[in-house]
């Protein structure tokens, strides 16, 4: 198979010589988790392969966020774990901004979490499943502690990076005018969107001056697999980037249409009477209010969270995966919609980096 590289662009920025590294044109970025002090081992391997990967190259900070206190041990650990000078920071997330809204109809949301759970929904019941989503969804880029930053690159405990990464990929995102940037693209569970795009499709009839005319919308749209699912998402294909990687821009996310379309999903209350992912809401804006060529396929970083893989065909990549293994790409009818992005929303330019 084609090896992979790094994006084929003029100018990529490597990494100083200096001592202390960093990158030789920094962004105001940072390397974000939100992660509870359980976590904190897993949050530490995490941490290292970032840094192996990338990080102790670019010197980016660290930013993690919890909605409970971190406890010193959590602290001290993570800081230990990480070269002298790295800069860390530990935040908490304000109780409104994790917390079942007072708009939430509490018996409303309990019985459409037991039906959820019937239909067999992960995490339908648990209340703070549904609190992380919508914080991922439209609280994160409010934090005190990220209103310096530009971009972010969402980083969860027990995650794994394959491949060197030796340019900075946040100076890619700015210097490309990307505002969003992903490795995996997948099928959602049905049951967990039901009313998101109807309700989203009554919202832009109102909004349609928010609406790209570079959108994806055919990702959104056409289901290459399964359009019989169409049916009960009212034409949603379920096409969403796997949020657990993602790089963002800040600034698209504080945007007016962002903006105005999430304080829309919240009074429409599906962060809890259904179980709307971040990954799916993030999608779906990407899709109706980005152009398609702000949106930016990292094939070249090797990346897994449990159960999937991107192990690009490169020499980069280490020896723990195999390479030009993309799981879910075997089982491609069921679960990954890379494919339909291919198609739908890039460009020859974009395929041929
Ligand atoms: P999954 O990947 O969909 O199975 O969900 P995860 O359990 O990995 O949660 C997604 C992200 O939110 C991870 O970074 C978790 O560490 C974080 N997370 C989930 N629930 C909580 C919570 O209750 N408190 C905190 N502080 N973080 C959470
Ligand atoms: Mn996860």
């Not at 971190?70 to 001290?76: A, G, N, R």
């Not at 980069?316 to 679960?335: G, I, Q, T, Y």
Request: hydrophobic share 35%; proline share 4%.
């Amino acid at each position: 198979k084609e090896k992979i590289d790094e994006p084929q662009v003029a100018g990529l920025v490597r990494a100083s010589s200096a001592a202390g590294g960093g990158s030789d044109n920094p962004v105001a970025a940072t390397i974000l988790s939100l992660v509870r002090n359980e976590d904190l081992e897993e949050m530490i391997a995490s941490v290292m392969e970032v840094e192996r990967a990338f990080n102790s190259k670019f010197a980016y900070p660290y930013t993690f966020l919890n909605d409970a206190e971190f406890t010193q041990e959590f602290q001290d650990a993570i800081r230990a774990a990480l070269p002298a000078g790295r800069k860390v920071q530990f935040g908490t997330i304000a109780p409104e901004d994790w917390s079942v809204p007072e708009s939430i109809d509490l018996e409303r949301f309990k019985a459409s979490m037991q039906h959820l759970e019937d239909e067999g929904v992960a995490y339908a019941t648990r209340e703070s499943y549904h609190n992380m989503c919508r914080y991922f969804s439209r609280g994160f880029y409010h934090h005190p502690l990220l209103r310096e930053y530009k971009y972010t690159w969402r980083l969860e405990p027990g995650v794994k990076f394959f491949c060197e990464v030796d340019y900075d990929v946040f100076r890619f995102m700015a210097d490309q005018g990307k505002v969003y940037g992903y490795v995996l693209n997948l099928y959602d569970n049905l049951q967990s969107v039901e009313s998101l795009w109807r309700d989203t499709r009554e919202w832009l009839e109102d909004h349609t001056q928010y609406l790209s005319e570079g959108g994806a919308f055919d990702w959104v749209r056409e289901n290459m697999q399964k359009p019989e699912n169409f049916a009960t998402t009212g034409g949603y294909s379920t096409c969403h980037f796997w949020t657990n990687f993602e790089i963002a821009s800040l600034d698209w996310l504080r945007s007016e249409p962002y903006e105005a379309y999430m304080d829309f999903l919240e009074s429409m209350g599906g962060f809890y009477y259904e179980r709307w992912g971040d990954a799916p809401v993030r999608s779906l804006a990407l899709a109706l209010f980005a152009d398609r060529s702000q949106i930016h396929w990292f094939r070249d970083i090797g990346y897994s969270h449990f159960p999937y893989i991107n192990c690009p065909n490169s020499d980069r990549c280490d020896k723990r995966c195999s390479p030009a293994e993309f799981v879910p790409w075997d089982n491609l009818e069921v679960e990954n919609c890379q494919a339909t992005w291919i198609r739908y929303a890039m460009t020859q330019e974009e395929r041929d980096l």
